[in-house]
Each structure stands twice: as structure tokens, then as C-alpha cells.
């Protein structure tokens, strides 16, 4: 599997503010994904992120809230935007490799918003 | 209906047990399901998949699939303390991964 690294590992933020969360991976892949993880919850994919195309956002989720770049086949941004103390939570990004569907996650980012 | 279901928890067992976790789906056309154990602050890894009606094994874990059923299990034999964590069910649903809530396993010593 592929070693996937995030950082930061952990903010706090102001309401307001912005953070961008970065994944970087060890080898090429096409897909890479965002999941968010608040407390005592389970997974929920916020998008999907292909290098040379725009994200594919689920329901629920906007692009001028969750901006995502894809520069390569080894790296994505996910930005969080105007915070508020809802948005704390975990964020996951994933790696799918050659088979399809299985996923390997990075080791998250968690982020608090005061 | 939620769309892939599991019991919370938390299922305690004695060290030595065998542990049986189910999870249930409401796509009939899933093809592809996923158990993902996640320790406590940390991030979720992949255990076990399987594609297949039937069984499959790999050490102390084995994944059992029933698609006319919509069911599939993990079993976990000789259960340790460290496999304490919770497990969740992932099943392809809409060309996506759909995540249960996940149920927490407690192997007592």
C-alpha cells in the first residue's frame, strides 16, 4: 500500500480563517479523496480528487467551502474556508490504488475551530 | 434506510473469544465490500476485502459475504487485547465507498 503523509496533523483555528490541509503520497495514483470525520462518527466523503480535472463534490459539500487542488499524481490540497466551530473534525484524505475501490488513508489532520 | 448499517456497540469479549461483527447493506448491486479497523485517534486501515459469496481468510481474520442477504461479517478468532478498535463496514455503493458508523470491540484480558 501507499504511504500517505498530511499535514498540519492538528490546528486550532479562528472562526473566519481559512486552513489548507495538504496530502502527499509516495507513489502515483489516480484517485486521491476527502473524507471528513467528526466526533463519534463515521466516514463521510466531502470529494473526489483527479489530477487534470476539477473535484467531484458530494451532496452537501460546495467548492467555495472544501476549494481542492491536484497538481500531480502524488499531491492534494484540501482548503477549509471561513471556519466556523462546526467544521471541526477530522479530515482524511485517501489514496485509491491500482484495485479498485480499496482505499489507504493518511494519518488525518484535526482541526478545531474557537 | 441507511445505506450500510452496523451495531454501535460496544461488543465486549474475553480475551481468547472469537469476535463476530456484522454489517448490513441496502444496495443490491454492491459488488465490493471493505472492513477498516481504527484505533482510537487514529486513522482507519484496511483489513480485509471481499468480492465474493462465501468466505474468505487471511491469519485471524476471516470476511464472510451473503449478497442474497445483503449481510457480511468479519470474524475475528483468538481475539487479543490489542485488537480493541473500531471496525467499519464499507461497501461500494454509486462508484463510491459508503462507510458504516462503525462498531466498537472490546477484547478483555
Known amino acids: 500500500s501507499a504511504v500517505i503523509s498530511q499535514k498540519p496533523s492538528r490546528d486550532i483555528c479562528q472562526r473566519g480563517t481559512s486552513l489548507t490541509i495538504q496530502c502527499q503520497v509516495d507513489s502515483q495514483v489516480t484517485m486521491m479523496f476527502w473524507y471528513r470525520q467528526q466526533p463519534g462518527q463515521s466516514l463521510t466523503l466531502i470529494a473526489t480528487a483527479n489530477q487534470g480535472s476539477e473535484a467531484t463534490y458530494e451532496s452537501g459539500f460546495v467548492i467555495d467551502k472544501f476549494p481542492i487542488s491536484r497538481p500531480n499524481l502524488t499531491f492534494s490540497t484540501l482548503t477549509v474556508s471561513n471556519m466556523s466551530p462546526e467544521d471541526s473534525s477530522i479530515y482524511l484524505c485517501?489514496?485509491?490504488?491500482?484495485?479498485?475501490?480499496?482505499?489507504?488513508f493518511g494519518p488525518g489532520t484535526r482541526l478545531t475551530v474557537t | 434506510q441507511k445505506e450500510v448499517e452496523q451495531n454501535s456497540g460496544p461488543l465486549s469479549v474475553p480475551e481468547g473469544a472469537i469476535a463476530s461483527l456484522n454489517c448490513t447493506y441496502s444496495d443490491r448491486g454492491s459488488q465490493s465490500f471493505f472492513w477498516y479497523r481504527q484505533y482510537s485517534g487514529k486513522s482507519p486501515e484496511l483489513i480485509m476485502f471481499i468480492y465474493s459469496n462465501g468466505d474468505k481468510e487471511d491469519g485471524r481474520f476471516t470476511a464472510q459475504l451473503n449478497k442474497a442477504s445483503q449481510y457480511v461479517s468479519l470474524l475475528i478468532r483468538d481475539s487479543q487485547p490489542s485488537d480493541s478498535a473500531t471496525y467499519l463496514c464499507?461497501?461500494?455503493?454509486?462508484?463510491?465507498?459508503?462507510f458504516g458508523a462503525g462498531t466498537i470491540l472490546r477484547v478483555k484480558s
Open positions: 485517501s489514496v485509491e490504488t491500482d484495485k479498485t475501490y480499496e482505499q489507504y
Open positions: 464499507a461497501v461500494v455503493g454509486g462508484n463510491k465507498l459508503v
